[in-house]
């Protein structure tokens, strides 16, 4: 069975530091993989997602992630971080076909100092 | 565009008292499905539907009841509400299973007293 692990509860940094967020995932294969940020009181916006070729993804927001097959990883990463940023970061794995819903981790909370 | 819609987005039962989180989307999609999310939790999958017609549970399903008559809507029924089941609900569908075309509703949240 598939699963996530996001090793962080709560992450801080300061406003304008980098930031680097940590995924692990554990798939039988190459899976999909996602990144969502759920702001207070909202629903789910996907961030980025890798489904094959470049292992360094492009997201909005200025996020990027990169997939590392040999260490089942999958972290997001920020150059600089705005207050804005502040927001709840959920890792997800989905399966190549059959029925594979995706299977989220338990987040991260990052909050910015300003 | 609709997307997908959920309704209600705020309710407050009693233990006991049964309800339906409603669940529509207008894109046609095959694959819907039910999270719950609680603090520290992330999102857990409570049922699925890989069509009309076909559920099948997820991580958590007992408490809930799902069926899947149309493509477009996917109840999900609490038939007897406790404490345990507040949360905050998502409904999600995809053109396939893999999360590569997932759209998330809104969001519904559940307090049960």
């Known amino acids: 069975a598939q699963s996530v692990t996001q090793p962080d509860i709560h992450i801080t940094v300061s406003e304008g530091a980098s930031l680097e967020l940590r995924c692990n995932y554990s798939?039988?294969?190459?899976?999909?993989l996602f990144w969502y940020v759920q702001s207070p009181g909202q629903g789910l916006q996907l961030l980025l997602k890798?489904?094959?070729?470049?292992?360094l993804v492009q997201g909005i927001k200025g996020f990027e992630a990169e997939f590392k097959r040999s260490q089942s990883s999958f972290n997001l990463r920020k150059p600089s971080v705005h207050w804005s940023d502040a927001a709840e970061y959920f890792c997800?794995?989905?399966?190549?076909?059959?029925?594979?819903?995706?299977?989220f981790g338990r987040g991260t909370s990052l909050i910015v100092h300003p | 565009n609709a997307g997908v819609t959920q309704t209600p987005k705020f309710q407050v039962l009693k233990t006991g008292q049964s309800m339906t989180l409603q669940c529509a989307q207008d894109?046609?999609?095959?694959?819907m499905s039910w999270y719950r999310q609680d603090p520290g939790m992330g999102l857990r999958l409570i049922h699925y539907?890989?069509?009309?017609?076909?559920?099948d549970q997820g991580e958590v399903p007992n408490g809930y009841n799902v069926s899947r008559s149309t493509t477009e809507d996917f109840p999900l029924r609490l038939l007897s509400a406790a404490p345990s089941q507040t949360s905050v609900y998502f409904c999600?569908?995809?053109?396939?299973?893999?999360?590569?075309?997932?759209?998330f509703g809104e969001g519904s949240w559940l307090t049960v007293v």
């Open positions: 999600a569908s995809s053109l396939d299973p893999s999360g590569n075309t997932i759209y």
């Open positions: 798939y039988g294969a190459t899976p999909y």
């Open positions: 890798y489904f094959s070729g470049d292992t």
């Open positions: 997800a794995v989905g399966g190549r076909g059959g029925s594979y819903i995706p299977t």
């Open positions: 894109m046609n999609h095959e694959y």
């Open positions: 539907s890989v069509g009309a017609g076909i559920t």
